[in-house]
């Protein structure tokens, strides 16, 4: 096998969910692939680091010419209300099922000491410096996954919230217990809207 088409399946195989077998049958797509197709997808792997940016606010993804993403940005959207949730994918499922039209905040992650993550790697207090700023009264709603990271990451959110004197300011709120894959990502759209209407108060 030729080395550039070795390499190319090895670097393939870093994307996520993509073994070696999977990463060959990518790689023998884009060796048959026009030149054009080629040119376009280079361009468009390019530009998604160079065009794109952290909203300010949420930290969702936004273009590079916005400080704001296009909900937080949005006045119709329910500005006493931010559901919390892991990564990016969360809040485009959540976003995709409908239902929901508060805003959002972005960890980053969940508390993994055992995967290297840790409390300082995730947006916490960027999320407390947007609790602290708020004139009114907020409903926190905790998305995380409902897993042992998931939890351990809402446990930290509602043990901290008291001790750093923000639980007058907060109504804290989890999604019910009906999202069984353990990945809000991999969630109907019925059982998430569910989950939401019968979200409990913590």
């Given amino acids: 096998m030729p080395e550039a088409l070795k390499k190319l399946i090895h670097n393939l195989n870093?994307?996520?969910?993509?073994?070696?077998k999977a990463a060959t049958k990518l790689a023998f797509f884009l060796l048959n692939s026009n030149q054009n197709y080629l040119n376009e997808l280079e361009k468009s792997i390019i530009n998604i680091k160079n065009n794109t940016s952290f909203c300010k606010e949420c930290y969702s993804i936004t273009d590079?010419?916005?400080?704001?993403?296009?909900?937080?940005?949005?006045?119709?959207?329910?500005?006493?209300?931010?559901?919390?949730?892991?990564?990016?994918?969360d809040m485009l499922t959540i976003e995709q099922a409908g239902g929901y039209l508060g805003l959002y905040h972005i960890l980053g992650g969940a508390i993994s000491p055992i995967n290297g993550v840790f409390v300082g790697d995730l947006k916490f207090?960027?999320?407390?410096d947007r609790i602290r700023k708020a004139d009114k009264k907020l409903e926190i709603i905790l998305a995380t996954?409902?897993?042992?990271?998931?939890?351990?990451?809402?446990?930290?959110?509602?043990?901290?919230?008291?001790?750093?004197?923000?639980?007058?300011?907060?109504?804290?709120?989890?999604?019910?217990?009906g999202l069984s894959s353990g990945y809000i990502e991999y969630a109907d759209n019925i059982t998430l809207v569910n989950s939401l209407k019968e979200r409990k108060e913590i």
């Fill in 14 to 20: 870093f994307l996520p969910g993509i073994g070696e």
């Fill in 145 to 177: 996954n409902p897993n042992i990271e998931g939890e351990a990451t809402c446990s930290y959110f509602v043990e901290e919230i008291k001790k750093i004197g923000l639980k007058h300011k907060v109504k804290i709120t989890r999604l019910s217990r």
């Fill in 125 to 128: 207090q960027e999320l407390f």
């Fill in 64 to 89: 590079k010419t916005k400080s704001k993403c296009n909900i937080c940005n949005d006045d119709s959207r329910n500005k006493n209300e931010i559901m919390v949730v892991e990564e990016y994918l």
